[in-house]
C-alpha cells in the first residue's frame, strides 16, 4: 500500500490548516467546520497516530470493518465521533444505530423505514444526513432531488432527526456548482448541515459552506 510521504500528524495539521484558510476566505469560522477523518481501509495502527495527535471525528464506509476496528480504539481513546459515509444496506440498519454517531447515507425511504426502527428499538435517535445524488447519475447512490422533499417530510413523520444534506459530486468535472447546489437545496429546506468536500476539493467546499467535509487520503495516503 502506498504511504503519504507526511507522518499523519503532520498531514493533520496541513489538512487543518487548508480548512481555516478556506474559511478565512469565506469569512467563516473555522471552528463550524468538522474534519472527518476517513479511515476506510486503513487498520488501527495508522489511526492511532491521529487519535494522539488530537482528531476525534472518524469516517468509515462499511459497518463491518468499523465494527471490527473501533471498539477496541474506543475503549482506549475517550470522545470519539464514528460516522457512517457509506452506502447503508436496511439489513445493516440495527448494527448502524449501535456503532456510529452519524449516519450521511440516508437516501431512500426503506432505509429510512429501516433506521427509524432500529432506532427506536435501540433508544438512541442517531443524526442522519440525507444523501442527494447532485449529478443525477444513474449508477450513484443518493436521493433524486425531486424526492428530497417527500424524504424530508417522511424523516420528520418518523422523528427521525435529520442534520443536513450529504453529496459526493460526479467524478472529473469541476465540483463547485454541485457543492452550491447542495448549499442551496439545504438552505431552502431549513438544514445547518453540509457534509461536501473530499480529499481533491475540501477547500472549495468549505467556501461554499460545507459543515463537514470527509477527508480520506490526504490524512492516510492512497487507498491499497
Ligand atoms: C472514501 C470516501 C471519502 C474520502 O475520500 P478521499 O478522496 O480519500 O478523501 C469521503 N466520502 C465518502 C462518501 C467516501 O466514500
Given amino acids: 500500500m502506498e504511504q503519504p510521504d507526511t507522518l499523519p500528524e503532520t498531514a493533520l495539521a496541513d489538512v487543518r490548516a487548508r480548512i481555516a484558510q478556506a474559511a478565512g476566505i469565506a469569512r467563516r469560522d473555522p471552528a463550524e467546520i468538522a474534519l472527518i477523518a476517513v479511515s476506510k481501509t486503513h487498520p488501527a495502527e495508522r489511526i492511532a497516530p491521529l487519535i494522539a495527535a488530537g482528531q476525534r471525528c472518524f469516517g468509515e464506509n462499511r459497518v463491518q470493518e468499523a465494527q471490527d476496528k473501533w471498539p477496541a480504539l474506543r475503549e482506549a481513546h475517550t470522545g470519539i465521533a464514528l460516522h457512517l459515509v457509506g452506502q447503508l444496506q436496511s439489513n445493516k440498519a440495527e448494527d448502524a444505530v449501535r456503532l456510529f454517531d452519524c449516519i450521511h447515507s440516508l437516501d431512500r425511504p426503506s432505509l429510512l423505514t429501516a433506521l427509524a426502527r432500529a432506532m427506536d428499538k435501540a433508544g438512541r435517535r442517531v443524526p442522519c444526513f440525507v444523501q442527494v445524488n447532485i449529478g443525477a447519475e444513474a449508477q450513484k447512490g443518493g436521493c ?33 456548482p454541485f457543492f452550491a447546489l447542495l448549499d442551496k437545496l439545504a438552505a431552502d429546506h431549513g438544514l445547518a448541515g453540509r457534509s461536501m468536500g473530499m480529499s481533491d476539493d475540501f477547500e472549495t467546499a468549505v467556501m461554499l459552506g460545507a459543515t463537514h467535509v470527509r477527508v480520506g487520503s490526504a490524512l492516510f495516503g492512497a487507498r491499497g
Fill in 144 to 176: 433524486a432531488i425531486a424526492d428530497l422533499p417527500a424524504l424530508l417530510a417522511a424523516a420528520r413523520d418518523a422523528d427521525l432527526p435529520v442534520a443536513g444534506l450529504m453529496c459526493v459530486p460526479p467524478a472529473g468535472i469541476e465540483a463547485a
